[in-house]
């Protein structure tokens, strides 16, 4: 995740340690941040549990190409509670419950009870329309600490992508129940060229309704959503969306508005920040980079401080990478299967730094965000070791002259940007 207002901004937020080694007070509400980590690298995963494909939309970019019916062969209740306790002793500091849509599972409250009793942050990840003032209350009671809910832009959007008319009205129902009844709760959006362009529409929705946290994800071509550029943005949209999205956090920010906004799974983003404030002569544009080091991209998210363990209990590098199982936690302990580095793309995906390929390993700006989502690299060009072609940082940009280009060529690793979006 890319804080824009800790970045862009120079605030703060409760995830400051986690994200930058950075000690920071609470936020406006009380919230106390998490404890400075030592090391990056040193991080046990959030987990994403992909507790049920069953889903009541039909997303048209969803990940796990889920569907309103059931589907033998899911975790058992049982199973569940006992895979919380595999990963309590395992230390993930989080587990986020995900789906499908998880509310459709009918022992959901007793598996978050089970996370929240062994010191696991539960964090539920919902369409949200199937929250009533009572589900509302039932969550905050289970002891989930945020809830996310998904949104796809603009009622006519949104409603188009989720596949079912009314689905933005229920889910900002639901949204307004979490509020009622005190529950910490957010936005998720992935930006799509079907909304990009209602972005100034979308924060001013974000301020009339009291929206105090918004996260805009950047599309990664699995499941339905794997028709890869069909609805990506190009790379000069990507930009205009940042620019956009850093000047109406800035403009909150000035307001002293308490509006948390980051963007997520492109680290490219933080070194676009980086360069818009060196070029601006802003004086924080080192302290920047020095976090956004520390933090590393890429290097510590898939397969490092991200995974993912889906309906039937298969391990993935992390939720869009579910083609690829890595295990089983019927067959072997959770950690047993993260720490193993037997698996070549595992081995690489824990030393990522020394596998990218391509512009990216000759970037001056690798460190900061060391390649970004490999899975994006497998499905554009079936190297998961090639540029992420999301990036949409420019040659000049990242010290790409003619002679590193020829290096490239001679290397084989000259890899051509994807025309759909590399304009």
Known sequence: MIDIGKLYCGGQSTGDGLRYGAKSGPDCHGNRPHEVQALASERRPIVVWSTTRTCNLKCVHCYTDSDNQKYAGELSTDEGLALIDDLAGFRIPSLLFSGGEPLMRKDIFSLIERAASKNIRPVLSTNGTLIDRGAARAIKDAGIVYVGISLDGMEPVNDTFRGVKGAFSRAMAGFGHCVAVGQRVGLRLTLTRQNYGDLHQIFDFIESEGINRACFYHLVYSGRGGNLFADDLTHSQSRDAMDTIMARTKDFFDRGKDI??????????????????????????????????????????????????????????????????????????????????????????????????????????RDLCTGAMRVRAFRAFGDPWAPDPQCYITDEEIGLDDEKKEELRKMGELFEMPAEIAK
């Open 260 to 365: 948390n906004i980051l963007t997520v799974d492109n680290h490219a983003d933080g070194v676009y920040i980086y360069l818009k404030l060196k070029e601006a002569g802003d004086a924080r544009a080192d302290e920047v980079r020095r976090l956004l080091a520390w933090n590393g991209g890429g290097a510590h998210s898939t397969g490092v401080g991200i995974a993912n363990i889906d309906f039937f209990g298969n391990v993935h590098p992390d939720q869009f990478w579910q083609d690829y199982n890595l295990g089983n936690i019927r067959n072997r302990s959770f950690g047993d299967i993260w720490m193993d580095e037997s698996d070549a793309l595992m081995k690489g995906l824990k030393h990522k730094a020394d596998y990218i390929k391509g512009r990216c390993r000759l970037c001056d700006h």
